[in-house]
């Protein structure tokens, strides 16, 4: 059975809890994640493969644990990847 009531005479819903949980997540995103440094870079193919060097050139995968984390192929044979790594050797 449809109701006749016309919109205007229901209450909308509370938005509060909705604008407190994207502030969160959105804060939440700039914050660092875990103890390894993240470095995001989107660059063409061959100076992407130079700067994925040179981070494990600079920061040798037994002491930091430099890894790729995550790199996608974007339009243009651009690459977008993140590096990560430890802050510190042990």
């Known amino acids: 059975m449809v109701s006749k009531v016309p919109r205007a005479h229901f209450p909308k819903p509370p938005l509060d ?4 949980q994207l502030k969160e997540s959105r804060e939440g995103a700039t914050k ?4 390894f440094i993240r470095e995001s870079f989107r660059l063409p193919r061959l100076a992407a493969r130079e700067k994925a060097k040179e981070w494990f050139e600079q920061y040798p995968k037994a002491a930091y644990w430099t890894e790729i984390e995550s790199w996608y192929e974007r339009p243009g044979d651009i690459i977008e990847f993140t590096m990560r790594r430890l802050p510190n050797a042990d």
């Open 32 to 35: 660092q994640r875990g103890a």
């Open 17 to 20: 809890g909705l604008r407190k």
